[in-house]
């Protein structure tokens, strides 16, 4: 169970580049960050509109001289203090990333950053080798999946309690964009040009998601075709889409779905995973994250309740509400940020045998799900063809 304690010798020295007053994940981030005393928040330039961003940054309890106007005047600020941030997290359209990232690194300071991360695989791996370079971490904010139950399906997979994997079917909808965008604000309009959300829409926004939390439940599964089948419902959106549906071929012969979709006019489901193997099935959403549907063919129906004794434990060790009360999105962010910190910390520290076997969403989870809206887009642009995965 976590309890708050801290677990890394300094609290980190934090800072955000966006994720100011209008932005929406920003709040996220400091949920995440602000919760085990592994980070304290000390400079931002948290918005495009400087002065909104500097009155935002006091009122968060940043001084004012260290509320910049610009991520380049950030770092400029940051190198010259002693004091200076040791990492900050980016928070801003996808389009802005990759320069982001990089300048960050450069001057030596950890990141962590936005999915989709970025918007090639070329792009990615430079970034990995900068990082690699400069002995610096880049986590990667995979929202749900530091929840206790989503590590739960993991080690129920990784125990055989299911048997084979056979079919994996997921879905992650909503229907806030069923309307068109006359009237829509910045978050949908960046969303939906190509210049600024890169080469897909939901399958980046939401499906990225989906499919880290699959490598997480099912990581000894590797897909090795896929079929994607994308459109736009509201024309002027194409060439991205706001709505796909991804046919995935594992490699053990197993077969999986995806269905992403802003157009799901009325639905508030958002996220659901079921992971069906020869013995038994999980089923989980974030609607209702602390139980678990655990089905064992011939049996009556189990509900799994987070917390509990009977859960395996990984789920248990990651626990910070108790059985009796809910534990949600915001719990499962400061565990992602507990570990990335963790992974900062052993990168000072150079241990490197700590980090081996830690777990944390860094530059490989990114890339990967950079790889994977690569194989989406070719396969959606030969026609919803069935396509090897590179
Ligand atoms: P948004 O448009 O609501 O907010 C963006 C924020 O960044 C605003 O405060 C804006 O002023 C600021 N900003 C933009 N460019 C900047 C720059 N160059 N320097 C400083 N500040 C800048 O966007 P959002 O919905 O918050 O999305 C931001 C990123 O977070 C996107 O990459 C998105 O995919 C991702 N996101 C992730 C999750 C998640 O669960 N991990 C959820 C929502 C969004």
Redesign the pocket.
């Known amino acids: 169970m976590i309890n708050g304690e801290r677990t890394i010798s300094q609290p980190l020295r934090w800072g955000m ?4 007053r ?5 709040y ?1 981030h400091r949920t995440g960050a602000l919760r085990d005393s592994t980070y304290r928040l000390v400079a931002g ?5 400087a002065a909104r961003g500097r009155d935002f940054g006091i009122n968060l309890g940043v001084s004012e001289d260290r509320c910049y106007a ?2 380049q005047e950030l770092i400029c600020g940051e190198r010259s203090r002693e004091d200076g941030v040791d990492v900050v997290s980016v ?4 389009f ?2 990759y320069e982001i990232t990089k300048a960050l690194l450069e001057a030596n300071i950890h990141v962590i950053c ?2 989709p991360l970025f918007f090639s695989t070329a792009e990615c791996e430079e970034i990995a080798a900068l990082a690699e370079r400069k002995e610096l971490i880049v986590g990667v ?3 749900f999946t530091g929840h206790p139950m989503v590590r739960q399906m993991a080690a129920m997979v990784a125990r055989g309690m299911l048997g084979e994997i056979r079919l994996v079917d997921m879905q992650y909808t909503h229907g806030f964009n069923a309307g068109d965008d006359a009237d829509a604000p ?2 949908v309009k ?1 969303r939906t040009n190509p210049k600024t959300a890169g080469a897909t829409f939901v399958l980046g ?1 939401i499906g990225t998601h989906v499919y880290y939390l699959s490598e997480i439940v099912l990581p000894h599964l590797k897909v090795e075709k896929l079929l994607c089948d994308r459109k736009a419902f509201i024309p002027s959106r194409a060439p991205l889409e706001d709505h796909a549906t991804v046919l995935m071929h594992y490699d053990n012969g197993a077969r999986g779905r995806l269905w992403v979709s802003s157009v799901n006019a009325g639905n508030m489901g958002s996220q659901r995973y079921r992971f069906i193997g020869s013995k038994a099935s999980v089923e989980w959403s974030d609607s209702h994250p602390d139980q678990l549907i655990y089905e064992v063919q011939g049996e009556p129906v189990r509900i799994m309740h987070h917390g509990m004794l009977y859960l395996e434990e990984e789920s248990l060790a990651i626990d910070r509400m108790g059985a009796l009360h809910t534990e949600g999105l915001g719990d499962s962010w400061a565990n992602i940020y507990l570990w990335i910190a963790q992974a900062i910390d052993a990168k000072a520290r150079g241990d490197e045998a700590f980090l081996k076997t830690h777990h944390y969403p860094g530059i490989k989870a990114g890339t990967d799900g950079v790889r994977w809206l690569e194989n989406c887009v070719r396969s959606a642009d030969a026609g919803a063809a069935w396509v090897d995965f590179k």
């Open positions: 580049v966006g994720g100011g209008t932005g929406q994940v920003g996220k330039a948290f918005d495009l509109n610009t991520y928070a801003t359209p996808n802005t990333h936005e999915k904010t995979y929202g910045d978050a960046w926004d």
